[in-house]
């Protein structure tokens, strides 16, 4: 199942979890219209087994509506923890072009002309009178495409050549933590999959397992998403977080300190896989870090 709306806390640990993958300018605020996208725009997680088809149907969106907003997906190759831009009811997706689309938190104008093949001083140009540095949430803008067609748009950057994002430097503290995992695989390495997609992390194992703290923290988020299962969020010194989800038995609860090697959750395993699987993401301040530079 893909979450579409996730309220309150939860949606800042999903933001915090799949959010901030976009090289930024100028960060759309949260502003006053940030409810006017909860008609159902927002971005969703692809899990094992889905389908575009599956999604659109569960979604309640028309499959070419949301093929239209996701121009760079292969529906044949849909990776676990890809994310979806699901569109709002006041979004549009013409043939033609241009598209109409409805800013959402954490934007700006050079990602979203990235986003859609587009070229950000065209995008600028049809939108006057909005100044790029002061998108808000909500907001509705233009974006033409290359050509004026959707199917002509400029080709996306091989994934090979995309740099991964720079966290910045890294606290003195982020450094020899342990593996979440006693006996892993490591499924999937952190970095961008073929279509630029920034992935975390996937350890893999093939018993049951159970999730540990990768050093001391706080628990600031302990419970379920429908899109990731059971999942727990670690507050560390110096503005670091680490997030482990998949996880089918929570261990902790929130506000709960734990050292190094606490056991957070039992990971689970998808129907049809015979290997449990854990999802590891790292940040700092908000921003991916690759977590093969940080365990030890």
Not at 32 to 50: E, F, K, L, M, Y
Not at 93 to 113: E, H, K, M, N, T
Not at 188 to 204: E, I, K, N
């Amino acid at each position: 199942m893909v979450e579409l709306i996730v309220a309150g806390k939860r949606r800042g640990a999903l933001l915090l979890l799949l959010g901030l993958t976009l090289v930024l300018a100028g960060c759309a605020s949260g502003g006053g219209n940030h409810a006017s996208i909860a008609d159902g725009g927002g971005w969703v997680t692809v899990q094992r087994g889905d389908t575009l088809g599956r999604i659109a149907s569960q979604a309640g969106v028309p499959l070419l509506r949301l093929q239209r907003f996701n121009p760079g997906v292969d529906s044949r190759r849909l990776a676990v923890g890809q994310r979806l831009l699901l569109p709002s009811q006041q979004e549009r997706a013409p043939g033609g072009g241009p598209y109409r689309y409805q800013v959402r938190r954490g934007d700006s104008l050079y990602s979203i002309a990235r986003y859609f093949g587009a070229n950000p001083q065209r995008v600028q140009a049809a939108n006057t009178g909005i100044d790029p540095s002061q998108l808000a949430v909500g907001q509705l803008i233009q974006i033409p495409l290359a050509g004026g067609s959707a199917s002509r748009r400029t080709p996306p950057t091989p994934a090979a050549s995309r740099s991964l994002p720079d966290p910045g430097p890294l606290p003195s503290s982020a450094s020899q933590w342990r593996w979440p995992l006693d006996d892993y695989t490591i499924e999937r390495r952190f970095g961008r999959d073929a279509h630029g997609t920034l992935q975390p992390m996937m350890l893999s194992t093939p018993s049951p397992a159970t999730a540990k703290a990768t050093t001391s923290g706080k628990v600031r988020f302990a419970s379920g998403m429908r899109q990731l299962g059971q999942v727990v969020i670690l507050h560390h010194a110096d503005n670091m977080q680490s997030v482990y989800a998949f996880c089918d038995r929570l261990m902790v609860s929130e506000g709960q300190s734990v050292s190094a090697g606490t056991p957070l959750c039992e990971i689970g395993k998808e129907n049809g896989s015979s290997r449990y699987h854990l999802l590891f993401d790292l940040r700092h301040g908000g921003k991916p870090v690759d977590p093969a530079g940080v365990l030890r």
